[in-house]
């Protein structure tokens, strides 16, 4: 079920997005990048671990490092980013970084994981 809420979600975001125009501009999809990368501190915030705050924010320094270089450059490295964040969700939650986060927060995560593979074709149309 969290597979398709995250498709869903994902899809729909990046079509209101289209529809009203916000992905006409380059900044759209990198902060969007750099927005959801910053969920994985939230977790690690609410878990109260000060180990998986500072094993999340090495990841997010690579999603935020890949949003910039996409910016900057070519959106095709924020598309990469999207697509290895999905990746990144997938094997994520098997980690057991984060060991007393509550079930639902996990199940956005993946959520959110799963997502990622919809909103990169968003993307693919605006770059």
Not at 37 to 64: K, N, Q, R, T, W
Request: charged share 15%; with cysteine.
């Amino acid at each position: 079920m969290e597979y398709m809420v995250g498709v869903v979600l994902a899809l729909g975001v990046s079509g209101l997005a289209t529809v009203v125009g916000l992905d006409r501009d380059r900044a759209f999809y990198p902060t969007l990048t750099i927005v959801i990368a910053s969920c994985y501190d939230l977790f690690a915030v609410i878990a109260g671990s000060l180990h998986a705050l500072m094993l999340e924010s090495a990841g997010i320094a690579a999603f935020l490092l890949l949003s910039l270089i996409g910016f900057r450059f070519t959106l095709w490295w924020v598309v990469a980013a999207l697509a290895a964040h999905g990746v990144f969700d997938w094997f994520h939650g098997r980690l057991r970084i984060r060991p007393y986060v509550q079930a639902e927060f996990l199940a956005a995560e993946e959520c959110d994981g799963r997502g990622d593979f919809a909103g990169s074709f968003g993307q693919l149309r605006a770059s």
